[in-house]
């Protein structure tokens, strides 16, 4: 039996920075992990994603080259480089955590809880006063007919070749990403979204500009779709205001959500799974005593910058986890924080909401990248920030900035009176809407 003040299962953001940082402060700490460091994030999420992301963007600048005066020719896309380059990548990463893991012992087996509660990996048993459970997700399946012939988010990352065309099921943030970027790569992309509009949760006004965007880029984006059935990983059959109808390609994608991946055992702790068979946890993320479930697993907010939160919290820090702020790597960029205007109105919350263009910052237009709106979501009653939408270059950096007036609960007079905003900036559309939310309460 082996001792230590505290077990993490799962080397994911939330496993490894929690780890990390409870070995920070002079806690023993045993990190469990299966598989390679990084979890989902590193191998098989947002890394590699970013990756591509920023290859088809720079495509993207390249055909958009001649309107800011620069002539270029024989643009190709070696896939393979790409593909290497995201190796690299996550190699340097992975390498990244390792070191930041300095103290923590790492025991690269499977895990499973035994009673105690305990941890148990090769053949060794582990007790702590704390267990984490941070084992992340795995992409969800439809159960439809022929939904094992279509490709998950895995099985895309590791093509080696750019498909011909793809049907990809699921217009939320896997889906629009992969869309975005294999649509700049030459995939020929049919996007199939159950609900009325693309993004749920994300505020309206936005998802739609954003599927106007992506529209204009020559993304075919179907919504009020419901994919009824799958054949031979090619033709995909679904209903659409009552009409049956179908679509084929090269590949189909299902993107339509993730399952939470549990390790074994959990019954020996008393760790029960929600309606929706994720870890049930209380608001500190307990899941049975001595126990905690955070990231994915718990299925609260399935981000990477969430399930590092949520360690924090575990940890005792306080964090502000309502301030949480969300982002869709599509080109253009489409970032939120806070809750929607239509979240609002159906609180009966008094709110007003701002809408500034890209089009009306100066740096947006001398950058060519005048497509794109902000949207600001005020209280009322103290002028604080309620919730910041953007769609368009660098929103989530937008968001950033709204995300710490939030937490400081900084009133719009304050960010648009009290702060100095660098000039030409993206940053300045900010404080346009703070200006205009202002004389407005
Ligand atoms: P999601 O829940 O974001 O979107 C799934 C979409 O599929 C929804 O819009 C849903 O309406 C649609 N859908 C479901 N069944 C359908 C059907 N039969 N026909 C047509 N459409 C259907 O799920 P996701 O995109 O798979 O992402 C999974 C999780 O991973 C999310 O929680 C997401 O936030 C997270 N994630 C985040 C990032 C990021 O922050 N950039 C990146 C990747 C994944």
Not at 157 to 179: H, K, N, Q, R, Y
Not at 298 to 327: K, Y
Not at 365 to 371: H, K, R, Y
Request: with cysteine; glycine share 12%.
């Amino acid at each position: 039996m082996r001792t230590a003040d505290l077990l993490v299962i799962g080397g994911g953001p939330g496993g490894y920075e929690t780890a990390a940082a409870a070995a920070a402060r002079g806690e023993k700490v045993i990190l469990f992990e299966r598989d390679r460091l990084g979890g989902t994030c590193l191998n098989r999420g947002c890394i590699p994603t970013k990756c591509l992301c920023a290859s088809a963007k720079l495509l993207d600048d390249i055909r958009h080259a001649s309107a800011l005066g620069i002539s270029t020719s024989g643009t190709t896309v070696d896939f393979t480089a790409i593909k290497q380059r995201i190796s690299e990548v996550t190699d340097t990463l992975r390498q990244d955590i390792a070191g930041a893991l300095g103290d923590v012992e790492i025991v690269n087996a499977e895990a499973t809880i035994g009673p105690g509660p305990s941890v148990v990996a090769a053949a060794e048993t582990y007790t702590a006063p704390s267990i984490i459970i941070a084992t992340g997700s795995a992409p969800a399946h439809l159960r439809i007919p022929g939904a094992e012939t279509a490709l998950d988010s895995d099985a895309v990352l590791a093509l080696d070749a750019v498909p011909e065309s793809m049907v990809i099921i699921g217009g939320g943030v896997i889906g629009l990403e992969f869309a975005s970027v294999l649509n700049s790569f030459g995939c020929n992309i049919t996007v199939l979204e159950y609900c009325k509009e693309i993004l749920p949760g994300f505020d309206r006004d936005i998802a739609k500009r954003l599927r106007g965007y992506l529209s204009r880029k020559g993304i075919d984006i179907v919504t009020g779709a419901e994919v009824t059935a799958i054949e031979n990983g090619c033709r995909v059959t679904y209903l659409c205001k009552g009409k049956e109808k179908q679509v084929e390609a090269a590949t189909i994608l299902t993107a339509v959500g993730r399952r939470p991946v549990l390790p074994s055992g959990l019954e020996n702790a008393g760790v029960s799974l929600n309606a929706r068979g994720f870890i049930d946890t209380d608001s500190e993320f307990r899941a049975a005593p001595g126990i905690y479930a955070i990231g994915d697993v718990n299925g609260r907010c399935m981000l990477a910058h969430a399930a590092s939160a949520q360690g924090r919290v575990v940890l005792g820090h306080d964090v502000r986890l309502d301030i949480m702020p969300g982002v869709v790597f599509s080109n253009p960029e489409c970032a939120m924080v806070g809750i929607t205007e239509e979240t609002a109105t159906a609180s009966g919350r008094e709110c007003i909401a701002v809408k500034v263009p890209y089009g009306a910052n100066g740096k947006a237009i001398a950058s060519g990248e005048s497509d794109g709106l902000l949207k600001l979501i005020v209280n009322k009653g103290d002028g604080t920030i309620a919730g910041c939408h953007c769609v368009g270059e660098h929103a989530a950096d937008i968001v950033a900035e709204a995300t710490i007036a939030m937490n400081s609960s900084m009133s719009v007079g304050t960010l648009a009176h009290g702060t100095v905003h660098a000039h030409p900036t993206l940053s300045e559309l900010l404080a346009t809407a703070a200006t205009a939310a202002a004389a407005r309460l």
